[in-house]
């Protein structure tokens, strides 16, 4: 576990982070100075984004993964994704941390007391930039941080060229690498809740991340040798005492966000009937972590809610289906901020061997995989588990699906990485849902927001042409 890094308040006065809707307003930040200590920086962007990230996995991201659903007149998970709610709008949320990254990024580079932030900075970049165009496809990206000169109105990059272009994912992944290897000062990493100034853990957190987002460009690019040498370089995140996470606290300022919500918005999420189906079949231990049996249960019984009802139409008792666990609420001194886990590390090799990308055993990282994801939620792995139903090679089950499905349960409540995954693979099985505004179908991408039409009108004009009306049915360039 890592070291619990409590956000004075000082520091909120000092840093003040609002979700605007005004493109503008999130690229210029008048109310931020450029010139705070960008340890403090740091430690507020990655405390922010992990924060608000872990909020929208809960009350967005987990109904499009069917992990949970909603109960009453959500029209979020009925899959009207123009309509966020309790949540369902990231964009603001990678724009001003992208934002803030970005000064301190142009601090290393311009002061050599702060050359230390220059690697983990551009790490940084490249995972939120990496999570903002898998979610939206193409968005501004060159133009939107460009420090002291401003671009208000900055044009819609091409997905491939985000990820694979100078000054992309990719490349300020192996830029943040040379810049740590670079590093010779004895000027400490500070502000670091993460890794807590440990350099060496941050080469293998923008390792892992190479190794997530090859395979999730697998389908559009040549990646083997990469991912091999990868593979064969054995320098990325193994087990979860290296994970790049932050842990949640019982009280604030470091307490899991739900549990502060009033008690009826918290209970407005119970559990899919998805869920409880492969959580069920699988005889998944994990599922009186995540959940709670239904309260008119009388034998500690799990019931899950099909997503997307009409709430106009449809009567439902709290009391018959199962809410989250205690340990979004009642006890979160155990839940954390998700960056990249060594059980995704892994699944992300499972899944490369199974398709002979690179040259190892697929079922050995499988199984690894599940080990510590039953770990990493505190779960006890059943004996058994690994010869039945979530056997690497059960009958009737392809190994992608074993691996895939195996993530989608890890990932709840992590942002929308459940749901990307299904996109990406088909797996697991999703159920159509209750009453579809979206004509039955599964979205494949998150809609630009209504902002983005006022504030930035040309710009938007044409990526919205280029998404049929910024329609959620088209894909994104990895998954055409």
Known sequence: MKNIIYILSFLILLITVSCTNDFQNINTNPNAPVSVQPSLLLRQVIYNFGEEMSYEGFVAGDLLSQHRTALDFNLFDRHALKS???????????????????????????SEAFKVYEGPALILKAYMAAGLTDLFGDVPYFEAFNGSTITVTPSYDNQEDIYLMEGGILDNLNKGIIAIQNYKDAIPLEGDILFNGDLEAWIRFANSLKIKHLIRISNKEDVAAELQSLFDDDNYIKDNLQNA???????????????????????????????EDILTDLNDTRINTLFKPFSNSTTNEF??????????????SLANYS??????????????????????????????????????DAQQLYETGVTLAFEYWHTELPLDYLTNNAAFNAVGKTPLEQIITQKWIANTINGYEGWIEYNRTGFPELQTISASLNNDLIPLRMPYPAEEETLNAENYLEAALKTDNNSINIPVWWNE
């Open 84 to 110: 966020p709610q309790l949540g369902g709008n990231p964009w603001p949320v990678f724009y001003t941390n992208l934002r803030d990254n970005e000064i301190i990024l142009n601090q290393s580079r311009t």
């Open 245 to 275: 996470v932050f842990d949640f606290t019982n009280s604030d300022p470091n307490s899991f966000r739900l549990a502060q919500l009033r008690v009826g918005d918290f209970n407005n999420f119970v559990l899919s009937e998805t869920m």
């Open 303 to 316: 019931n899950g809610l099909l997503n997307g009802i009409d709430a106009t139409s449809t009567a439902i």
């Open 323 to 360: 809410l989250a666990g205690t340990i979004f609420r009642e006890d979160t001194s155990t839940l954390d901020a998700n960056f990249i886990t060594a059980w995704e590390v892994h699944f992300a090799f499972a899944e490369a061997a199974s398709k002979n990308l690179i040259t190892a």
